[in-house]
């Protein structure tokens, strides 16, 4: 039997066992996945662990950047943005890919963004993926918004370096700011109302990487409410694990994203 885990600290609730689980089952392949709590003093040892006893992993926060430094290869946008989430072990080589990146330029580009203004609140791990598919899919100006400026600016400043334009701010919501993509890469509106709705900025497309399982966050209601096409969190998170079950077992075509991400809604998986 094949061995798959996510590794993460403090990883409280993770939906990825049910997802690779079920597609384990759906493809007929022996294998399970795991949640394994990982802290960061130990994630060399479990680097080793993982090179004799796991076929493959994913790793969330806040382990994405560190796992990079400690295994043999990082590739393609993973090796741009120092950011890993995807692991996969060849003969106990560890190589290392950022499925998130993947899974955020299909949805953009499958959804007719090829360009345009875009405004990204929040400037960690995955406002950095955001901003890679971004540039790749031809962006225009870029504005991020985030709490620390400073990380704005230094999120800004990766983004000077591929010759786009771009303004760090902090979060506020009255700047009269004009953009097509509204992009949330915080965990804002899980709990509290998110602090911009589309129409202040605009926008004519709206991305949420934050999810509420069973639920529906403040951002994605204000887009449904405003009749603006939206992409949540969770069709992020099922396109970015059907991109590592592809990189662990080779190309397939069934099941897809969307029959993952219907199971997954309607709760029976
Ligand atoms: P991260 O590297 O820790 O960055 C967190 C970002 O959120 C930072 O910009 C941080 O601002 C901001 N933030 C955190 N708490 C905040 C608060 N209470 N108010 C305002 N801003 C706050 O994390 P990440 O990996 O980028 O993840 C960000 C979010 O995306 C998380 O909710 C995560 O679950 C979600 N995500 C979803 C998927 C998916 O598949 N759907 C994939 C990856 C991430 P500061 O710079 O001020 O700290």
Same mark, same amino acid.
């Given at each position: ?68 430094? +400690? ?15 995807? &692991? ?112 202040? &900025? ?6 949420? +990487? ?8 403040? +951002? ?40 993952? +991400? ?8």
């Amino acid at each position: 039997m094949q061995v798959y885990a996510v590794i993460g600290y403090p990883l409280n609730y993770t939906l990825s066992p049910n997802i690779h689980n079920y597609v384990f089952r759906a493809l007929r392949i022996d294998a399970v996945y795991v949640p394994l709590r990982v802290s960061p003093g130990r994630l060399g040892h479990f680097v080793e662990f993982a090179r004799d006893s796991l076929s493959g992993f994913n790793v969330t926060i806040p382990h994405k950047v560190a796992i990079a430094n +400690l295994i043999d290869e990082v590739v393609g946008p993973a090796k741009e943005l120092g950011s890993v989430n995807t &692991v996969v072990n060849r003969d106990g080589e560890l190589i290392g890919y950022n499925t998130d990146y993947l899974a955020i330029k299909q949805a953009l580009s499958e959804r007719g963004y090829s360009g345009g203004d875009a405004l990204i609140i929040g400037a960690g791990g995955v406002a950095r993926a955001v901003a890679l598919a971004l540039r790749d899919l031809g962006c225009g100006r870029v504005y991020v918004m985030n709490r620390t400026v400073e990380h704005g600016r230094e999120l800004c400043s990766l983004i000077n370096s591929w010759k786009i334009d771009c303004t760090a701010l902090g979060i506020q919501r009255d700047v009269g700011l004009k953009v097509q993509l509204l992009i949330n890469a915080t965990p804002l509106g899980v709990g509290e109302e998110f602090p911009i709705r589309p129409r202040d &900025v605009g926008a004519g497309l709206v991305l949420d +990487l934050a999810y509420k399982p069973g639920g529906v966050t403040s +951002l994605t209601r204000h887009a449904m409410e405003e009749s603006v096409p939206f992409i949540d969190g969770l069709e992020i998170l099922v396109r970015q694990a059907i991109e590592a079950d592809r990189i662990w077992l080779g190309p397939f075509e069934s099941p897809t994203w969307r029959d993952v +991400l219907g199971k997954l809604r309607e709760g029976l998986i």
